[in-house]
């Protein structure tokens, strides 16, 4: 069952710059869009949502933009700060129903 | 900030035996869930938990599985005899309302299965 993606286990970005990490979905039932971002030994923590019928949401550093006839989200983090090295993950929800996961992309932001 | 609370945050237990991973979920919330980390793979869904009922719940969540509210303020997972699969970490959350985008998570248990 891999209907959430994230393709790059890993991304590597100078401090300051921009970080893109990427997100595609199959399931066009989807309604919701989320990130996650996680931290050895702690829980994901919500960063940033969209819905469906938009295709972009911002806050602060981040951005994240929906392209949905292409089924598929990205996360812009500009600048890119040290702090933001984790784990992110992608995650997508049908009305009510449960979180489903990506497999999450390791974000190192390299001073 | 109020925070969703585990305990304990490892157990080691022998395959077979039962474990229960507990969990504080923030006070005014009303929905609850676990979800599990297997090493390496991705964060998965097992259960969702509304008015003292299982709401929803995943092809992992078998007999062998089963939640608990039992004083209101606990949220408890019970495995009632473990196998090796089982080893990972186990995630409670909670959310305010139905719809759980802003699920908070609380840092989770890692439990390992000898």
């Known amino acids: 069952d891999q209907q959430v993606k994230q393709n790059s286990p890993s991304l590597s970005v100078q401090e300051g710059r921009i970080s893109i990490l990427n997100c595609d979905y199959t399931?066009?039932?989807?309604?919701?869009f989320l990130w996650y971002k996680k931290y050895p030994a702690e829980g994901p923590t919500f960063l940033i949502s969209?819905?469906?019928?938009?295709d972009k949401n911002e806050d602060g550093r981040f951005t994240v933009f929906l392209n949905k006839s292409a089924k598929h989200l990205s996360l812009h983090i500009v600048p890119s700060q040290p702090g933001d090295s984790a784990v992110y993950f992608c995650a997508a929800i049908q009305g009510a129903q449960k979180l489903v996961f990506g497999q999450g992309t390791r974000l190192t932001i390299n001073p | 900030e109020p925070e969703v609370t585990q305990t304990p945050s490892h157990q080691v237990t022998q395959m077979g035996q039962e474990v229960i991973l507990r969990c504080v979920p923030i006070s005014n919330h009303l929905y609850f869930y676990w979800y599990r980390q297997i090493l390496g793979q991705k964060v998965e869904f097992l259960v969702s938990f509304y008015n003292n009922e299982i709401s929803e719940k995943s092809e992992i969540f078998d007999d062998q599985f089963s939640v608990e509210r039992p004083d209101g303020s606990n949220f408890t997972l019970k495995i009632r005899s473990t196998k090796l699969e089982d080893s990972a970490m186990y995630f409670c959350a909670s959310t305010e309302r139905t719809r759980n985008e802003k699920l908070f998570f609380g840092s989770g248990t890692q439990l390992s299965v000898l």
């Open positions: 399931n066009s039932m989807f309604d919701y």
């Open positions: 969209i819905s469906s019928i938009k």
